[in-house]
């Protein structure tokens, strides 16, 4: 369990405290036997006094752990700090608000075993509680970027995720600064799923996020999510170029038919078209190869080796796929 921490004071031991019963072994709806083995506090230089907080839950638990970085990284690199000091098998990431509720972490394992997914998201089932603004607008930034930037799972992306410790692990350690984690996540693994959770109120706690920083997260994800909108800037000019010469041809036929071509503008309008062609066209040649320069600096690695998934946590989905066939072979309610 990984615990990026901002403004946790007044909420973080609520969550740590909810989390408790869920550190001793539990069944999950689908009849796998679990637990959390650790939560790492991940201290992210917040405003308020978070720190005594997270010192006196290490204190009262031997499985609470910190993780002290030397500033404000944000919220994705501080997660990825965070996996980056676990060893379990599976790990899960959540917020320090109670906004996310554990008891949905048995059904995200479920899913993972029974889809074999790396990466599971929570799926809100009600609306997130940050006004109708906000919420429309993070749907239409997830719309666009999944439309454009040819990454149809980012409409998944949530900080409520169940990651395979090795692929999360893995992806801390090659990750670059400024990396999106989820797009990270997405280079790496073999599949991602989502399940369905139940989003809560926040109560009084202000959300640190602000217009500004939620643009920056918005651009880090539309450079970090691939190439494809580079492609558009080399295609867009191949068309201009295509619409030049047709232009040219036109006017041409038109000249010999005995048109009236007004002088001067046949050729103007012409070398407008070639020209604004073959320059957009040489910038979207140029933008790959910043874009290869770019997923360089990422850190975007060519392969990750992993286990035999049959002899890790992947491997254990035989009691939740039973209980599934279960269900479906029911008649009537589920006692």
Request: no cysteine.
């Amino acid at each position: 369990m990984v615990i990026p921490v901002y403004q946790g004071e007044q909420h973080l031991r609520a969550v740590v405290d909810e989390l408790t019963p869920y550190t001793k072994p539990f069944t999950t709806p689908g009849g796998a036997t679990a637990r959390i083995g650790e939560i790492v506090l991940v201290d992210d230089n917040g405003p308020d006094d978070s720190p005594s907080v997270m010192r006196a839950l290490a204190d009262e638990h031997s499985w609470v752990r910190v993780v002290w970085l030397s500033r404000n990284f944000g919220q994705h690199a501080a997660t990825l700090a965070g996996m980056s000091s676990t060893g379990g098998d599976w790990i899960v990431t959540m917020d320090e608000d109670g906004q996310q509720d554990p008891g949905d972490i048995g059904g995200m394992l479920d899913t993972a075993l029974r889809e074999q997914a790396s990466v599971v998201y929570g799926a809100p089932v009600n609306e997130a509680p940050h006004g109708a603004l906000r919420n429309g607008a993070s749907r239409t930034a997830k719309w666009l970027i999944a439309k454009i930037g040819g990454t149809p799972e980012v409409t998944m992306y949530n900080s409520f995720r169940l990651v395979l410790g090795e692929v999360g692990r893995s992806v801390a350690a090659y990750s670059g600064a400024g990396i999106y984690l989820d797009v990270a996540l997405g280079w790496v693994a073999r599949n991602a799923a989502t399940s369905p959770v139940t989003l809560r109120d926040e109560g009084d706690r202000v959300s640190g996020y602000r217009f500004r920083s939620l643009l920056s997260h918005f651009w880090r994800m539309v450079v970090t999510s691939g190439t494809r909108g580079l492609r558009l800037v080399s295609v867009l000019g191949a068309l201009l170029a295509a619409l030049g010469v047709t232009v040219a041809v036109v006017l041409v036929i038109a000249k010999l038919a005995g048109s009236d071509v007004q002088a001067g503008w046949t050729s103007l309008i012409t070398v407008v078209l070639l020209t604004s062609g073959a320059i957009l066209f040489a910038l979207g040649v140029l933008a790959e190869y910043l874009g290869t320069a770019v997923n360089m600096a990422m850190g975007r690695p060519a392969y990750l080796v992993v286990g035999d998934p049959a002899d890790g946590p992947l491997g254990r989905a035989e009691v939740v796929s039973q209980r599934t066939d279960e269900r479906e072979g029911e008649v009537g309610p589920t006692p």
